[in-house]
């Protein structure tokens, strides 16, 4: 069965950095586009990025762009989300999915905080 579990979130100081990961199992990872959401307290689930199937191409949103970096290893069935220059308002719980049947993670929380 389909299984994505994310790994890597955590208290962070605003400006810091965090790397999440997510784990990918029960499917051949590198036959689909992966994606990050997020979603912070209060607030609907927002589409942080995606990449491609073979990490050729990727896309962000706005908020992040030029901030956050989306990688993958298919060789380690695993995805990335590298944060840089972290602000308060990135707290959230980050989701890994594969937009092919709707798979989700159960997500990691990563709070940016002084």
């Known amino acids: 069965q389909v299984q994505l579990v994310e790994s890597g979130g955590g208290l962070v100081q605003p400006g810091g950095s965090r790397r999440l990961s997510c784990e990918a199992s029960?499917?051949?990872?590198?036959?689909?586009?992966m994606r990050w959401y997020r979603q912070a307290p209060g607030k609907q689930r927002e589409l942080v990025g995606y990449?491609?199937?073979?990490?050729?191409?990727?896309n962000y949103a706005d908020s992040v762009k030029g901030r956050f970096t989306i990688s993958r290893d298919n060789t380690k069935n695993t995805m990335y989300l590298q944060m840089n220059s972290l602000k308060p308002e990135d707290t959230a719980v980050y989701y890994c999915?594969?937009?092919?049947?709707?798979?989700w993670g159960k997500g990691t929380l990563v709070t940016v905080s002084s």
């Open positions: 029960g499917f051949t990872f590198s036959s689909y586009i």
């Open positions: 990449i491609s199937m073979t990490g050729s191409s990727t």
């Open positions: 999915n594969r937009p092919t049947g709707n798979y």
